[in-house]
């Protein structure tokens, strides 16, 4: 069984930084992807960042030049630095580990983790 955890939500003044990490654990072989996603309250869960493979981070328009996403792969933990948060940027934020493979050559399984509470005062 494979299990993410994120840490580092909490309460922060507009204007100000947060960083969250997320680390997977289990028997794991890769992963493929990893992303933040956020769910503000009353509406749908939305991408936040996404790092997949060796490719370039790709963001939310609403995070751009104000979150990085970066990844370490050999402990299987993804990163999430906001700067610059906006009252906006509020809501529950997950972890997402798209194509985790437990053995090689065989099918991967998408995972979140729990989620962490951002909240971004005025």
């Known amino acids: 069984q494979v299990l993410l955890v994120e840490s580092g939500g909490g309460l922060v003044q507009a204007g100000g930084s947060l960083n969250l990490s997320c680390a997977a654990s289990g028997a794991i072989f890769s992963i493929n992807g990893m992303a933040w996603y956020r769910q503000a309250a009353g509406k749908q869960r939305q991408l936040v960042a996404i790092v997949v493979g060796g490719g370039s981070p790709n963001y939310a328009n609403s995070v751009k030049g104000r979150f990085t996403i970066s990844r370490d792969v050999a402990k299987n933990t993804v990163y999430l630095q906001m700067s610059s948060l906006k009252p906006e940027d509020t809501g529950v934020y997950y972890c997402?580990?798209?194509?985790?493979?437990?053995?090689?050559?065989?099918?991967?399984?998408?995972?979140w983790g729990q989620g962490t509470q951002v909240t971004v005062s005025q």
């Open positions: 997402h580990a798209v194509d985790v493979k437990i053995l090689p050559n065989t099918r991967g399984q998408d995972y």
